[in-house]
């Protein structure tokens, strides 16, 4: 799911509207959990792809 | 001129696998070939910077050029080159420029420097496309910013790119139009202007580029004007391979090494002088938007053969 600029207004529309008080902001964080890492498929995860010597065997 | 270039090939080998981590190179995703990590991984940002798609040109570079490496002629290499080739093709705005830091900014630096980037990379190792860049020559040829020596000088370069791919003469004409701009606009100092004044960096980077200009052409009028702007970088650096950033107009930090490396004697004894001394910029040293730029460099600077000083 990329980011875009349809996207990002509406997260800072929320961040600097009721994102300002810690239960939503908090509440945000775990929908973007739920969403984004815990059971799916492909999950993100932040420290991965780099480069790794073994794709130029490929 | 001899040419002692190990350490700039052994600083830009060091410094590849980071580069190449900024890649997708997951086939089959929608942003294979996108090297801007805060987009395509992070997703943080909302738009993909097209600076970072100069990537194309380190991985031809890697995969034809560099000898005796773990990466030449490595097949995935030239895949993510082609990846990255597309990617650029696919982000252009309709008109052909290229966006920077927002969506639909029409930036000519970006325009400018990834055309030339993008272009090299097919011209190196042979991908078929040629028109598909139509589009971007004709913006480039219509827009211009100046004010900004660099930013020309890579426009020309991008242009004379576009015209050997296509053939097309009025991309050879406008190419030859920015450079005579810059021939005219050249101080008698020898540097030319950033933003009306003198900055030793980026004199660096329009020297790197005039004399990729030069390579191509054969202008002698543009030789004349790489030896006089070498010479004003002469005078810039200090014995440690370093300037002095208070003193340009836009308060650059570093050079870039190649070709002035090659051109002056006392250009490449300071600047090596400084490596050895851990006391130039590297391109380990500069964050992911400005690494690939003075990566490239280092490894024209340290390529081995087939290059012309």
Redesign the interface.
Known sequence: MLMTPGKLILLRLFNLSLGRSAFFSRLLRKVLIRLLIKGKKGRYTQCSRYFDIRELEN | MDKDTSIFRQIALGTV??A??FG???PGS??YGCFDRA?????????ACANFQEAAYLLALLYAKVSGT??QK?E??YRWAEAAVKFWLSIRNSDGSLNEAY?FERSFCATAFTAAAVTESVLTIGLKYANEFIKSAEWLSGNDNFSVSNQTAAAAVALYNIYTLTGQERFKSASGRKIDHLLKRQDPDGFFPEYGGKDAGYLSLTIWYMHKFYLKSRESPVKDAVAKAVLSLERELNSRGSIDPGKGSRNTQYIYPFPSICLSRKIRDYYLAGLGEEAVITPQWLDDRYCLHLLINYLEAGLEEGQEC
């Not at chain 2, 987009?39 to 738009?47: L, N, R």
């Open positions: 696998p980071r190449l981590g997708d190179r997951a929608p942003t987009y395509w991984h992070y997703k943080v940002t909302d738009f773990r990466y490595k995935p290499l969506p």
